[in-house]
């Protein structure tokens, strides 16, 4: 199996920055995409940024030029660097990454327990 463990969230005022920290461990064989949703009340979870194994990276339009995504692959860990924050950027953060656990012979899709983000105005 595979945890997701994130880090960073809070409280903070429009304009200001915050840094996501999000671990996989666990019985890891490959870590292959990792990235960050996001999910507001009464709103489906989105795509916030994504990075795959290979270095190609995507981000919703509404984060581009703001929010930055990086990873360490020897630590298995994908960070979210987000600046000029805007009080719509507010929700709940999840990890995601799709990997493949030791003795398990496909890829699943595993999701941190989430980390609030709040932005006030």
């Known amino acids: 199996q595979v945890q997701l463990v994130e880090s960073g969230g809070g409280l903070v005022q429009a304009g200001g920055s915050l840094r996501l920290s999000c671990a996989a461990s666990?019985?890891?064989?490959?870590?292959?995409?990792m990235g960050w949703y996001r999910q507001t009340p009464g709103k489906q979870r989105e795509l916030v940024a994504i990075s795959t194994s290979g270095g190609s990276t995507n981000y919703a339009d509404s984060v581009k030029g703001r929010f930055t995504i990086s990873r360490d692959n020897a630590k298995n860990t994908v960070y979210l660097q987000m600046n000029s924050l805007k009080p719509e950027d507010t929700g709940v953060y999840y990890c995601?990454?799709?990997?493949?656990?030791?003795?398990?012979?496909?890829?699943?899709?595993?999701w941190g327990q989430g980390t609030q983000v709040t932005v006030s105005s």
């Open positions: 666990g019985s890891i064989f490959r870590v292959n995409t």
């Open positions: 995601y990454c799709n990997a493949r656990a030791q003795a398990i012979a496909r890829n699943f899709d595993y």
